[in-house]
C-alpha cells in the first residue's frame, strides 16, 4: 500500500515537471517583450491567513474546539475542490517561477549543477528510460530507491536530465527581487502565451530532445558553477533572502530571543495567549518569525549548505519556505530504512488520551559545547 502511495505522489511530481517542461517555449523571442518599471510583488506565499479577529469573536466554545470547527471545515472544503484529472493536480505554486525560463535555461541550469562535486545525484532518462545515473557513490541506495521510485511512471517522461538532492538541507534560494520577476513574468507573459498556442492539442507529445541534455553515456561538462558553500556558521543572512523586504525577518538589531520574539508577526497564525496556531502555512513561513533565528539551529550550526541563488531545478526532500527547491518523497522511507511494523501497533480505540513528542537529531554542527541548541 505505502509503495502504491509513493508512486501516485510521485507520479504526479514529476509529471507537474514534465508538464512545464512540455508546455514552456523553446525561445524567448517567442514572447512579448518584456517590460517593467521594477520586480511586481506578486503572491509568494500561500493566501492571506484567517482573519485572527473572526475567531476571537466565536470563542464561544474553548480555543481549541473552534480549532478543530475550523480544521474540518477547512478539510471539507479541500475535498470539494481536489483534483479529479492528472491536469489539475499538478498546476502547483512550486513550479510557477519556472515558467519564466525557456527550456534550454532550465536544462542549461541542470548541467551546472551536475557539471561539480554538488552533492547531487544525476538522471538523464531518453526514450522513457532511466539510461544514466551519475552522483554521490556513498549513496548508492538513494540512486537505487530513485530509480524504483520512478521506474512505475519513466515511460512517460519526456527526454531531460533531473537533479536529485542528497542533503536533508534545501538547496535552491532565490533573492526576493528575482523571484517576484520570475512570478510576474510567468504569470503576466509566459502562461497567457501557452494557453494562446496556435497548436490545437500542445499535450500530445513531448517537444524535442534538446541539444544540451546528456548523450546518455555522461552528462556534460560545464566551466562555472554558481554553489555557495556554508558549512559550520549561520547561514540566516542568506536563509532570508527570498523574503520581502517590509517582512519581520528583516530586523537587523541583535536582542536577546525574548525581545525578538515580540516582532514576531504571531498575530497572523496563533490565537489566543497560549498561541494555539490556527494558520500552520503563516505558522510555517519564517519571514513573518524573526526569533526563529536563535531558536532553530538551522540557521546557525547546519552541517552541510550547499546553495545557488538562480533558480535552479532540483528536487530536494525537504525545504524552509524561504527556499525554491522542488519536494519529492524521502527515498528514505521508500527504501524502508525506518520500517513500520503493524503487529506492534495499538488499535486506535485501546490508544490512551494523552500525547507526546519524540524526535532526533537529523545532523548538524555544534561549537563551544551547544550541542543542546
Same mark, same amino acid.
Given at each position: 500500500?505505502?509503495?502504491?502511495?509513493?508512486?501516485?505522489?510521485?507520479?504526479?511530481?514529476?509529471?507537474?515537471?514534465?508538464?512545464?517542461?512540455?508546455?514552456?517555449?523553446?525561445?524567448?523571442?517567442?514572447?512579448?517583450?518584456?517590460? &517593467?518599471?521594477?520586480? =511586481?510583488?506578486?503572491?509568494?506565499?500561500?493566501?492571506?491567513?484567517?482573519?485572527?479577529?473572526?475567531?476571537?469573536?466565536?470563542?464561544?466554545?474553548?480555543?481549541?474546539?473552534?480549532?478543530?470547527?475550523?480544521?474540518?471545515?477547512?478539510?471539507?472544503?479541500?475535498?470539494?475542490?481536489?483534483?479529479?484529472?492528472?491536469?489539475?493536480?499538478?498546476?502547483?505554486?512550486?513550479?510557477?517561477?519556472?515558467?519564466?525560463?525557456?527550456?534550454?535555461?532550465?536544462?542549461?541550469?541542470?548541467?551546472?549543477?551536475? &557539471?561539480?562535486?554538488?552533492?547531487?545525484?544525476?538522471?538523464?532518462?531518453?526514450?522513457?528510460?532511466?539510461?544514466?545515473?551519475?552522483?554521490?557513490?556513498?549513496?548508492?541506495?538513494?540512486?537505487?530507491?530513485?530509480?524504483?521510485?520512478?521506474?512505475?511512471?519513466?515511460?512517460?517522461?519526456?527526454?531531460?536530465?533531473?537533479?536529485?538532492?542528497?542533503?536533508?538541507?534545501?538547496?535552491?534560494?532565490?533573492?526576493?527581487?528575482?523571484?517576484?520577476?520570475?512570478?510576474?513574468?510567468?504569470?503576466?507573459?509566459?502562461?497567457?502565451?501557452?494557453?494562446?498556442?496556435?497548436?490545437?492539442?500542445?499535450?500530445? &507529445?513531448?517537444?524535442?530532445?534538446?541539444?544540451?541534455?546528456?548523450?546518455?553515456?555522461?552528462?556534460?561538462?560545464?566551466?562555472?558553477?554558481?554553489?555557495?558553500?556554508?558549512?559550520?556558521?549561520?547561514?540566516?543572512?542568506?536563509?532570508?533572502?527570498?523574503? =520581502?523586504?517590509?517582512?519581520?525577518?528583516?530586523?537587523?538589531?541583535?536582542?536577546?530571543?525574548?525581545?525578538?520574539?515580540?516582532?514576531?508577526?504571531?498575530?497572523?497564525?496563533?490565537?489566543?495567549?497560549?498561541?494555539?496556531?490556527?494558520?500552520?502555512?503563516?505558522?510555517?513561513?519564517?519571514?513573518?518569525?524573526?526569533?526563529?533565528?536563535?531558536?532553530? &539551529?538551522?540557521?546557525?550550526?547546519?552541517?552541510?549548505?550547499?546553495?545557488?541563488?538562480?533558480?535552479?531545478?532540483?528536487?530536494?526532500?525537504?525545504?524552509?519556505?524561504?527556499?525554491?527547491?522542488?519536494?519529492?518523497?524521502?527515498?528514505?522511507?521508500?527504501?524502508?530504512?525506518?520500517?513500520?511494523?503493524?503487529?506492534?501497533?495499538?488499535?486506535?480505540?485501546n490508544k490512551d488520551n494523552r500525547m507526546y513528542w519524540q524526535g532526533s537529531t537529523m545532523g548538524g554542527f555544534s561549537h563551544d559545547g551547544r550541542w543542546w541548541r
Amino acid at each position: 500500500m505505502r509503495s502504491r502511495v509513493f508512486t501516485v505522489v510521485g507520479l504526479t511530481f514529476l509529471a507537474t515537471f514534465a508538464l512545464l517542461w512540455l508546455r514552456l517555449p523553446r525561445r524567448l523571442a517567442s514572447f512579448p517583450p518584456w517590460t &517593467s518599471s521594477g520586480p =511586481p510583488q506578486p503572491e509568494l506565499t500561500a493566501p492571506n491567513p484567517l482573519d485572527p479577529s473572526v475567531l476571537h469573536n466565536n470563542l464561544t466554545n474553548h480555543a481549541v474546539t473552534c480549532l478543530l470547527d475550523e480544521a474540518k471545515h477547512d478539510f471539507d472544503a479541500i475535498l470539494a475542490r481536489q483534483s479529479r484529472s492528472l491536469e489539475d493536480a499538478v498546476i502547483h505554486h512550486v513550479l510557477l517561477p519556472f515558467w519564466a525560463l525557456v527550456l534550454s535555461t532550465i536544462q542549461a541550469c541542470t548541467r551546472e549543477a551536475l &557539471s561539480f562535486d554538488s552533492s547531487l545525484i544525476g538522471m538523464a532518462v531518453h526514450d522513457g528510460r532511466i539510461v544514466l545515473t551519475e552522483g554521490c557513490s556513498a549513496m548508492a541506495w538513494q540512486q537505487r530507491a530513485i530509480v524504483g521510485m520512478m521506474a512505475s511512471f519513466v515511460a512517460d517522461l519526456p527526454d531531460m536530465d533531473l537533479a536529485f538532492n542528497v542533503h536533508d538541507e534545501p538547496r535552491v534560494l532565490v533573492p526576493h527581487g528575482d523571484l517576484s520577476w520570475l512570478v510576474a513574468k510567468a504569470k503576466d507573459v509566459s502562461m497567457p502565451a501557452a494557453t494562446t498556442t496556435t497548436v490545437a492539442r500542445p499535450l500530445v &507529445s513531448f517537444s524535442p530532445r534538446l541539444a544540451n541534455i546528456s548523450d546518455g553515456m555522461n552528462f556534460l561538462p560545464s566551466a562555472t558553477t554558481c554553489f555557495s558553500h556554508y558549512a559550520h556558521q549561520s547561514v540566516w543572512l542568506p536563509s532570508r533572502l527570498s523574503c =520581502p523586504p517590509d517582512s519581520p525577518v528583516w530586523l537587523l538589531e541583535e536582542q536577546p530571543v525574548v525581545v525578538v520574539a515580540r516582532d514576531d508577526d504571531a498575530g497572523s497564525y496563533t490565537l489566543g495567549k497560549l498561541g494555539f496556531v490556527f494558520n500552520a502555512t503563516a505558522f510555517s513561513d519564517i519571514c513573518l518569525t524573526p526569533s526563529l533565528r536563535q531558536m532553530y &539551529s538551522f540557521f546557525n550550526w547546519p552541517n552541510t549548505f550547499n546553495v545557488v541563488h538562480d533558480l535552479f531545478p532540483i528536487f530536494s526532500q525537504s525545504k524552509i519556505s524561504s527556499f525554491q527547491d522542488i519536494l519529492y518523497l524521502s527515498p528514505w522511507y521508500w527504501d524502508s530504512k525506518v520500517n513500520y511494523t503493524i503487529e506492534r501497533d495499538v488499535d486506535w480505540a485501546n490508544k490512551d488520551n494523552r500525547m507526546y513528542w519524540q524526535g532526533s537529531t537529523m545532523g548538524g554542527f555544534s561549537h563551544d559545547g551547544r550541542w543542546w541548541r
